[in-house]
């Protein structure tokens, strides 16, 4: 495996610089490390009493040649995925976010043309209410406040993305600053990840947070029986 790893980064590195590979080898080891790892990781309190999330392309994704509209359409489809799931509803921005979540269409290789830059888009979008009511806001795809570094600025250009090959789901606490500038507290990479209609993704979330409210009941009920033996 190790072997078949390195053969990958030479051909990276024909094709991009040092530092975009000191990147994606820090992914390919998270992953790795992921696939690997078989016991259950409990996700903490703070994601299981979140109420609302807020879902955001990560600012460093790059928009496919082959589809501009990867991205947005990746975003759209996890936002309809929390909507059918009814935990949490959708925010507007981080200011009323419990959780921000960060995702990015994998290009299906492991270094492919993409553009990047070029203004933020903006679209209108539809958040539901409990009251069963539509609210109607505008919303950023990339949002500049979430990250220290903000939103791109140059002009837009094409060039080589590496180590974005599989679709990308991140988990990053809100109420904090600059959310994105913090690890995520759950992340799931994989092909096809973010791909409707099931968006798996957002079903192995949803696992985890379910196994994770198992584990915190049992957690107090154990407390329960050790003060009243």
Do not use: C
Not at 1 to 7: F, I, L, Q, T, V
Not at 62 to 90: C, H, M, S, T
Not at 199 to 227: I, Y
Request: hydrophobic share 35%; charged share 30%; net charge positive.
């Amino acid at each position: 495996m190790k072997k078949s790893w390195g053969r990958k980064i030479q051909k990276m590195a024909r094709v991009v610089g040092t530092a975009t590979i000191a990147v994606s080898l820090l992914v390919i080891s998270a992953v790795v490390a992921s696939a690997q790892k078989k016991d259950k990781v409990h996700l903490p309190d703070d994601v299981l009493n979140a109420k609302t999330v807020l879902v955001v392309i990560l600012p460093d994704a790059g928009e496919p040649i082959d589809d501009l509209f990867a991205n947005r359409k990746a975003q759209e489809e996890v936002e309809k995925a929390f909507r059918e799931w009814q935990r949490y509803r959708l925010a507007l921005d981080k200011n009323t976010a419990d959780l921000v979540i960060g995702v990015r269409k994998g290009t299906g290789k492991l270094v492919s043309p993409t553009i990047k830059g070029g203004p933020v888009d903006t679209r209108t979008v539809t958040i539901e209410k409990k009251d069963n009511q539509k609210g109607v806001g505008v919303q950023q795809g990339r949002p500049p406040d979430l990250t220290q570094q903000g939103a791109p600025t140059e002009p837009a250009h094409t060039g080589m993305e590496a180590g974005a090959e599989d679709d990308t789901f991140m988990v990053f606490q809100g109420g904090v600053q600059y959310p994105l500038d913090n690890p995520p507290v759950w992340m799931y990479i994989k092909k096809d990840g973010l791909k409707p209609p099931r968006v798996v993704a957002v079903e192995e979330f949803r696992k985890a947070v379910e196994e994770s409210d198992k584990a915190a009941a049992q957690k107090q009920q154990q407390k329960g029986q050790k003060k009243n033996p």
